[in-house]
């Protein structure tokens, strides 16, 4: 049996059983970075592992890294345009440097990490179905670190990581849309019974008591609904 099938065997494990716990965890960071420690202890020769998200409109950051040397590579990558985990984001396939002494794909990019302690890098993309949702790494200090078993372990836990990362993100951004739904409403609720006390007060029907609102909110350079939070403020101390 290749050597690699139990290693494989036991990443995939334990991905599975951290994937039980983390998603619940709110901060999906916090569940990445977990998976990156994973994935470092796991393929020989690794020093560093995080995974970079790109965002459809191209907006990328770092998400999970295990160290400083990771981040700062990852946003000289962001910086440039250019680098190993963009290139298998974008063209959804594993990529390798064995040597970024001698690599001459992403020149800009090479020089400007010159100066780190890395030399090997392997990258693979994350993606859910047609979902590309960015890439994970791994970095080392040597040359020649990586290898197709490196890419069999890799490959073997982008999947669960890619699965975590689109759950936890839909479900953030389906928690922002129930907290934001939340506020609009409570923000309506108060402009509505801002109108009604200005009504009693001033005699106004319901639209001169909005324009009486809306003068008091550019007057003031104050939000409307903070406009009518002090109005119901005033009112309970009446």
Known sequence: MNDALPQAYELSGVAGRMLSGLLTEDDASKAVQSLSYVLKDSIPNSAGAGASIIHPRGRSESTGATD???LGADKLQYRFGEGPCLSAWAE??????QDIREEIRWPTWTAAVADLPLRSVLSAPLTTGRRKIGALKVY???PLSFDDTSVFLIERLASPVAVLLRHMRDREAAQ?????L???LANRDMIAKAQGI???RMNLNSQ??????LARSRGESTPLHDVA??????ATRE
């Open 68 to 70: 400083t040397v990771v």
């Open 92 to 97: 959804q396939r594993p990529i390798i440097i």
């Open 140 to 142: 080392s200090p040597l």
């Open 176 to 180: 922002r849309m129930s907290e934001e």
């Open 182 to 184: 939340a506020e609009a």
């Open 198 to 200: 200005l009504m009693e």
């Open 208 to 213: 001169e008591a909005l324009e009486v609102l």
């Open 229 to 234: 939070r002090d109005i119901l403020r005033e």
